[in-house]
């Protein structure tokens, strides 16, 4: 299977800091997908990203899949972006097309 | 759109009993997954339907599992007999399309004591 690793597992940022989450992935992947599960448990599918950079007001996300990472910009944080942050791959071995393989995740607290 | 409704939003139910977690997918959506999330396994596909019909199901845990797709707006995942180990947040998730956006009910959480 493909191995999907989060960095860094755990993040504490004041209000208004800017961030850096990765995400690295073992093998070609067809698309890939970053989550954020609020403090409620909820998963909001945040980019639908296979390549190239999106942006979605303070959220940008870049994925270069030649090189097998993907990177999940947050600019001057606000206290509802705590949460868990997921990235989540389809492997693109035929035995895995559908799938979605996630992360560990990355655990954001964003004090104020 | 509603989004994907799942129910109930908690259940806890003793060891041995009976449990059904129901999905409604997004309307017009082609692929239905379920998920479960654990603290020790994070993230975990159990299994997903294209069209209605089961497409893997590699992930049920075992044959305790059972889910299905009687029409294109509904899915059930059963538990019978349900164990503590099974204690869980489960996720009904649809896309349209292979390998596209997903999009996630609130789940279910899970309690079997």
């Known amino acids: 299977g493909i191995q999907v690793e989060q960095s860094p597992p755990d993040l504490i940022l004041q209000e208004g800091a800017n961030s850096t989450l990765r995400c690295n992935f073992s093998d070609s992947v067809n698309n890939l997908q970053w989550f954020h599960q609020n403090p409620w448990g909820q998963l909001i599918n945040l980019f639908y990203?296979?390549?190239g950079t999106k942006q979605n007001g303070r959220l940008s996300a870049t994925t270069v899949a030649t090189e097998r990472y993907s990177l999940l910009y947050i600019s001057s944080s606000q206290t509802t972006d705590s949460g868990v942050y997921f990235c989540a791959v389809e492997h693109r071995a035929t035995d895995s097309w559908g799938k979605l393989q996630f992360g560990a995740g990355t655990q954001v607290v964003v004090t104020p | 759109d509603a989004g994907v409704i799942q129910s109930p939003r908690h259940e806890v139910t003793e060891m041995g009993q009976e449990v059904t977690l129901r999905c409604k997918p997004i309307?017009?959506?082609?692929?239905l997954f379920w998920y479960r999330q654990t603290m020790m396994r994070g993230l975990e596909l159990l299994i997903y339907f294209n069209n209605n019909v089961p497409i893997d199901d590699s992930g049920m845990p075992e044959d305790r599992f059972s889910a299905k797709m009687p029409n294109a707006s509904f899915s059930t995942l059963k538990i019978q007999p349900s164990e503590p180990r099974d204690s869980a947040v489960y996720f009904c998730?649809?896309?349209?399309?292979?390998?596209?956006?997903?999009?996630f009910g609130q789940g279910t959480r899970l309690t079997v004591v």
């Open positions: 309307s017009g959506h082609d692929y």
């Open positions: 990203i296979p390549s």
């Open positions: 998730a649809s896309s349209l399309g292979q390998g596209a956006r997903a999009f």
